[in-house]
């Protein structure tokens, strides 16, 4: 796992949305998504900002960690300097967002708080550096389990709108039924596994 | 019964942080494959859990409210980073298959909730237990999980081979969608007898 993966990259991009998707695969960014995904609107907005915020985090914490923590080896900080960058980023975002597009500010800014702890965002940052991803990696593999994980919720949220409505045992209601429901995702996306194989 | 006897009970049973809260779920699925990395990684979740608690409340009165969600991030990031040292030097086989989700105790939203909603308000010993009893109801949880999946899907427990020889793992149980369907199962279980017994969901 440590040695740096030759890989083209186009296979890592698709490999990170569909053979190792963030979310059914690795399990991170759990927390909101079940809370958030009641909702198919507010889903593909989460889904959205994940996204964007995964592409710029992937490519600043690589640059800190390439730049910074490694010559200075100051690497067992980078738990606390990564999340610190992440904040920061998703703060200077907001802010952006609120200046150029107030629609578009509408419709994210409410789930930019959220995404601070978002797992997958720190995530994906830390298997950058397990994985020993290059610069041009570590961008396509962010925006894909950005990807990976907007298409997870969009089909989990039309889901549960269908399971709401069906007859569930009472004990099952809620998250229960809503995590049978991610397992029986994660074995069809598992079905992808047969056509790339990364890591 | 007295408060040290309600947060016990309610960490472990009627609020577990797992099947009550779904909280914290990432770490719970991800590390879940093998008994012994998951008895390593709930240990690590209580220390920080219990230690974060424990320094949050000391510090309750000094910290602005404004900041006390980055001073409690930093200060659970001390922690895990503590952690995350200990295990690669005495048991760096677990740090590595453990990988990133050491470092993800950060965002694991149990501690962060058990901070806001308790140690915020109480007083240092009263915190540092609710810390420790969260990170047990969370380890007990794990615990149930990982004891089916390493049973099924490698026909042993800590590693150690007691399933028959004509015994045939399941292969599900080793990869993620078993995660999913197991706590799915045991959120049902534990729903169901709570209904049952009337308390108030």
């Given at each position: 796992m440590s040695a740096a993966p030759v890989l083209n990259p186009f296979s890592l991009f698709f490999a990170s949305i569909?053979?190792?998707?963030?979310?059914?695969?690795?399990?991170?960014?759990?927390c909101s998504f079940i809370s958030i995904s009641k909702d198919g609107k507010s889903s593909n907005g989460l889904g959205f900002a994940v996204t964007v915020v995964l592409g710029i985090t992937s490519a600043v914490n690589w640059a800190v960690l390439h730049f910074v923590l490694i010559p200075l080896q100051l690497e067992y900080l980078r738990y606390i300097v990564f999340i610190i960058t992440i904040a920061a980023t998703v703060q200077i975002l907001e802010m952006i967002i609120d200046r150029v597009s107030q629609a578009l500010y509408m419709s994210l800014g409410i789930f930019l708080p959220l995404?601070?702890?978002?797992c997958a965002i720190l995530g994906v940052s830390l298997f950058i550096d397990i994985r020993a991803y290059t610069f041009v990696q570590s961008v396509i593999y962010g925006v894909g389990s950005g990807l990976g994980w907007w298409l997870a919720i969009a089909a989990l949220s039309a889901i549960r709108k269908k399971t709401d409505k069906s007859p569930v045992p009472a004990g099952l209601k809620g998250p229960g039924i809503t995590m049978i429901t991610i397992g029986f995702m994660a074995m069809a996306f598992m079905g992808f596994s047969g056509m790339l194989q990364v890591q | 019964m007295s408060a040290v006897g309600t947060i016990l009970k309610e960490n472990l049973w009627?609020?577990?942080?797992?099947?009550?809260?779904?909280?914290?779920i990432c770490s719970a699925l991800a590390v879940t494959n093998l008994l012994t990395n998951t008895m390593v990684m709930t240990i690590g979740v209580t220390f920080v859990t219990a230690m974060s608690s424990l320094t949050v409340s000391l510090i309750r009165q000094f910290?602005?409210?404004?900041v006390r969600m980055i001073v409690q991030t930093l200060i659970i990031a001390f922690y895990v980073i503590i952690v995350d040292i200990l295990l690669k030097a005495y048991a760096p086989d677990i740090s590595r298959q453990l990988g990133p989700y050491v470092g993800l105790i950060i965002t694991n939203c149990i501690i962060m909730g058990r901070l806001e909603a308790f140690a915020q308000s109480n007083p240092p010993l009263l915190s540092t237990w609710d810390g420790m009893t969260a990170g047990f109801g969370y380890m007990a949880v794990l615990l149930v999980i990982a004891f089916v999946r390493e049973l099924l899907?490698?026909?042993?427990l800590f590693g150690v081979r007691i399933m028959p020889s004509g015994f045939v793992p399941w292969t599900i149980m080793v990869t993620a969608p078993s995660a999913f369907f197991l706590l799915g199962i045991i959120i049902w279980v534990g729903k169901t007898i709570m209904n049952r017994e009337g308390a108030p969901a």
């Open positions: 569909f053979t190792s998707n963030i979310l059914l695969a690795n399990f991170l960014g759990m995404i601070t702890v978002n | 009627t609020n577990n942080p797992i099947f009550m809260q779904v909280l914290g910290v602005p409210r404004k899907g490698f026909g042993s």
